[in-house]
Structure formats: C-alpha cells, structure tokens
C-alpha cells in the first residue's frame, strides 16, 4: 500500500478520489472512514493478487488547496480509479477535476473500459440520486456500503468495526469490491504485457433490487471463480431504445442467463411502466426463447413482498408456461441455486420446474406443508430430508388468493409425499390440513408414499395427545426426540406406504 507523503506519484495502481468531509469521524480517537477503507482495501488486493498493489490518496486535501501538479502528474499513469461517492463528492470542484481528469487521460491508455469491466469503480457511502452523479459515473453499477431500512425507508451505513462488533455486511461489500478490483488489475497486467487471448466465457445477471445484493454478489463471485465474466458491467442506459439495444447485444454473447428477483419492483425506466428488472426479465425471456439459451429464475423462498406492482409481477412469472430444458423456476435458497447453476455449467441435464412456485414432478419431492410463522421450525426436518437424497417444496405465501390456492392443490396432487409441520399454528388448522390431504388422495393416481405429522415447538396437550388413520407422527418437543430414520423410512421403499 502507498503512502501520498512519501511514495512515487508515478507509480501507482490505483487512486482514491475522495472529499475530506467523508473521512472526518465522529469519534476523534478512531480512523476516518476512508483511512479505513484504504488500508483494508490494499491489505485484500495483495493477498487476493498475491503481490504489492500500490493504491494512493491525496491524504493533505483541505477543500482549499489548489489542484496540485503532482495530482496531475500521477493521475496520468494510475490504471484504476476508485470514486466514494456522496452528496458532498459531487459538490466538490476538487473530486470532480481528479475524475474528469482520470476519465481524459485513460483514455491513452487503452479507455474506460478492460473487456467487459470498468476502470471506475464507484462506492457509495451515502445514498444520492443518479441523475446527481457526473454522467459517466451513472453507468457504473457500483458498491453500495449502506441498507435500506424498510421500516422508515433511512440509509443505514455499514460500520467499519473490527473484532467482535464487527459488520459483516461492510466486509462482504469489501470482499466484492477488492475481487473485482483484482480481476480488473491483472486484466490490464495482462494487456501491458501479454498479446490479447480469447474473450472469458459469459453470462447475464441483471442487477436486482438491493434487498438481495448479498445474493446477487455471491453468485457473481461463484461465476468469476469459474472463469465466467458477468453482465451488465454498467447501468441501464435511460433512454428506452438504447437499453435495449444493448442489452440485446450482451445477451447475444451469453450461454446462460441467470434473473434474481427480489421483493421490491425496482425504479422504473425513464419514459415506461415498467421497472428496469422487468424490462430486462421480459427481454431475456425473449432472447432464450428464440436462441434456446439455458435460463434461470430465482427467487428467494419466503421472501416478503408486499408492492401490488411485485405481487403481480411475481404472479405473471410463477404462471408463464415455460419451455423444458430452457428454463428453470426456483424458489428456493442461495444454495439451491448455485447446485443449478453448478449443473447448467457442467452441462449436467436438469428438470425444468414447474411454472407454479417450486412445484416439480420428480418422484422424491416431500410436500412441506407449514404456516409462515413455523417456517423457522422446518430446518431439522429439511436437513433430515436433504440428507436423505429428497427433493423439498414449500408452501407459497405471497400472491394472489387464488394463486396461493392453486398452488395448494397443485403441490398436494404432484407431490410424491407430505409433512404437516405444526409448531405455533392452532389444532383446527392442523384438522383441517389433515383432512385436505385425505380427500385429495382418493383423486390421485398414486396414494401419497408418505403422509406425515411433524409436531414440534412448546410442548402442548394437543400435541401429545394427537393421532390422526393412516399418518405417520413423529414429535420433536422438549420431553420428546423423535427419530427421524424410522419416521421417514416409507421414503426408502419405492411405489409404497
């Protein structure tokens, strides 16, 4: 790492373009926020890269000096360019002239661009709007060390501490920030001294909303660490036509395409209805279409939506009939998907899922049938399940009346067996979910290899005293440990209870 009082301005690889307000603490006895930054950030890259990384700032700014010839000079030769972007940087005549600066001269160097990845890379610190941005910084998707509070809607920065009060949200944004910066840095190692080779494998990935960015990021290392290069690299460009275009171009070099949808519809397209993510999800559903291009959609399962714009949009993909062997529909966790995306890349045959939730029609899925609030109780039956070989399908929560139901149904007459999970729900559910299942096997072709009870949670009277003809119980309550292997052992006998 550099230090601007002593090192060569000529010789870095990378610089940090900053206002000084950003890096003022509000406890005088600890580091500025961007002290911090640089010091963590070159500590990664070298041990990501495996090499000295020389990163440098201008540590002497005051807001009042001049900008300096030696600013000039080093920016001339600085490959890489991290911006912290806030209210106060765009405000500044200083920041604005290092990056106006940086933008002109890399364009000697070869342009803004390394393939498919930017030189600039833009944190943000504080939220503030795009279009407050300079132009070219509204392309770049950027890092964003802050949440959203859904509850009163007010950015809630991630803190920097170290040790056991530690933010794991602030390491992992700069775990992303430092992988790329490393991927970026020896692409333009490579250029300076290597002749150009064949272009990485692609994929498409279109930023989702932020309430899945952790997500979004995990699966954007996944790909990187298998060789892949992830697009977008940039920001929807705003007019309508333009966005388009472009993104058909990306997806024309793609050999698989993956849409995260999170629980927010996303800002809407200049000029539209339409979010950006919806734009891009019809777009791809198109272009796999035509093309035959492996596609994923994932949603996280249980996820809580609650804008009429969402619903409906979720709604319209969960119905959309969906063509085998192109696309895959999972609601599901982050592992699941990484296990599709693992096949799709190993070109191992999958089974499209069925366009309604997570239902499918292999001859393993267990039914887990459970109220919202006892979602949090069906983990040791899943991992019992899991273990097992057995496929899962979870109940549907959001949507229409109607969807929620169909669903219901659909999921009691595909699958190969089902669990009722009770813990907080009453006893008259659990009668009446008892009862459902009853009815409906006597219209299945196949009768259900398995017809379970889960009972776990407080200990109740209801509980211990339940029974129920022809369904299997198993407790798991405080005074009383089922066990799993013999609760589930109808699974491992084919075509029968």
Not at 423 to 440: C, F
Request: proline share 4%.
């Amino acid at each position: 790492m550099g230090d601007s009082a002593t090192q060569d301005v000529n010789d870095n690889d990378l610089f940090i373009s900053y206002t000084h307000i950003d890096n003022v603490p509000l406890d005088m006895n600890e580091p500025g926020w961007i002290s911090r930054l640089h010091y963590s950030l070159g500590v990664r890259l070298q041990q990501i890269i495996g090499g000295q990384v020389s990163i440098w700032r201008d540590e002497k700014l005051t807001g009042n000096d001049n900008f300096s010839d030696s600013i000039l000079k080093g920016l001339k030769n600085v490959p890489l360019l991290v911006c912290v972007v806030s209210p106060r940087y765009v405000n500044s005549d200083w920041c604005i002239k290092e990056f106006e600066q940086f933008t002109h001269d890399v364009e000697a160097q070869g342009g803004l661009q390394m393939g498919e990845k930017s030189r600039i890379f833009k944190v943000i610190k504080t939220p503030l709007e795009l279009e407050e941005q300079p132009d070219v910084l509204q392309t770049q998707l950027g890092y964003c060390f802050y949440d959203v509070n859904p509850a009163n809607n007010r950015p809630d920065e991630f803190r920097q501490d170290p040790g056991a009060n530690k933010d794991p949200r602030y390491w992992a944004k700069l775990e992303d920030l430092a992988y790329d910066i490393a991927q970026t840095y020896k692409l333009y190692k490579q250029s300076r001294t290597e002749p150009a080779n064949s272009a990485n494998k692609k994929v498409y990935i279109p930023q989702p909303t932020l309430d899945i960015d952790e997500e979004y990021q995990s699966i954007k290392r996944e790909f990187n660490e298998r060789g892949y290069d992830v697009v977008p690299q940039s920001a929807p460009a705003r007019k309508l036509g333009d966005f388009i275009a472009e993104t058909k171009a990306e997806l024309s070099e793609c050999e698989l395409i993956v849409n995260m949808i999170g629980g927010h519809y996303g800002s809407i397209h200049e000029g539209t209805e339409k979010s950006d993510i919806h734009w891009q999800t019809e777009l791809t559903a198109e272009h796999a279409k035509a093309k035959g291009i492996h596609r994923i959609i994932w949603l996280p399962k249980a996820q809580s939506v609650t804008e009429e714009c969402q619903i409906e949009f979720i709604d319209n993909l969960r119905n959309e009939e969906y063509e085998l062997d192109k696309t895959e529909f999972l609601e599901t966790d982050i592992e699941e998907l990484k296990n599709c995306i693992s096949n799709a890349v190993n070109k191992k045959p999958t089974t499209a899922h069925s366009p309604v939730a997570t239902s499918a029609s292999a001859e393993d899925n267990i039914y887990l049938l459970y109220e919202e609030t006892d979602y949090d109780y069906t983990e040791a039956l899943e991992e019992a399940l899991l273990d097992s070989g057995h496929n899962i399908i979870h109940p549907l929560f959001t949507g229409s009346e109607q969807l929620i139901h169909d669903d219901y149904m659909n999921n009691l007459k595909s699958a190969q067996s089902v669990i009722i999970v009770q813990a907080n729900s009453r006893a008259e559910w659990l009668s009446d979910k008892v009862r459902d299942i009853t009815q409906i096997e006597k219209e299945r072709q196949q009768p259900f290899q398995l017809r379970g009870v889960y009972l776990t949670g407080d200990e109740t009277v209801d509980k211990l005293r339940f029974r129920a003809r022809k369904f299997a119980t198993i407790r798991h309550l405080p005074e009383s440990n089922g066990d799993f292997d013999e609760f589930l052992q109808p699974l491992s006998v084919t075509g029968g209870h």
